[in-house]
């Protein structure tokens, strides 16, 4: 299996930008789809971005697209998320998790991804 670790989270004014995190261990993290998750205080986890094994294809919650942006740096085993344009309803735990059982799909959903990282808090501030 392979363990996630994600940091860069923090308070940011809304407007603003903050670049998230996600480092894993692990020799066949290069070889699973990965994906970005957020959980706001008592709302279930959402999805917000995931990226392919090869980097080559991402997809986002349509409430994302063209502020975030999700990229992948295969050589240090790192995925990391760019948020811009902060606003507040982007608040919450952002959690990094990899689906190591199915390769040919990019999924979107939480039951897809079986590894997960403890989170990085997200404060967005009005």
């Known amino acids: 299996q392979v363990q996630l670790a994600e940091s860069g989270g923090g308070l940011v004014q809304a407007g603003g930008s903050l670049r998230l995190s996600c480092a894993a261990s692990?020799?066949?993290?290069?070889?699973?789809?990965v994906g970005w998750f957020r959980q706001a205080p008592g709302q279930e986890r959402e999805f917000v971005a995931a990226?392919?094994?090869?980097?080559?294809?991402?997809g986002y919650a349509d409430s994302v697209k063209g502020r975030f942006t999700i990229s992948r740096d295969t050589a240090k085993n790192m995925v990391s998320l760019e948020i811009n344009s902060a606003k507040p309803e982007n608040t919450g735990v952002y959690y990094c998790?990899?689906?190591?059982?199915?390769?040919?799909?990019?999924?979107?959903?939480?039951?897809?991804?079986?590894?997960w990282g403890q989170g990085t808090q997200v404060t967005v501030s009005s």
């Open positions: 692990g020799r066949f993290f290069s070889t699973y789809n």
């Open positions: 998790a990899a689906d190591t059982v199915h390769p040919w799909e990019l999924r979107q959903e939480v039951a897809g991804f079986n590894s």
């Open positions: 990226i392919t094994m090869s980097g080559g294809r991402t």
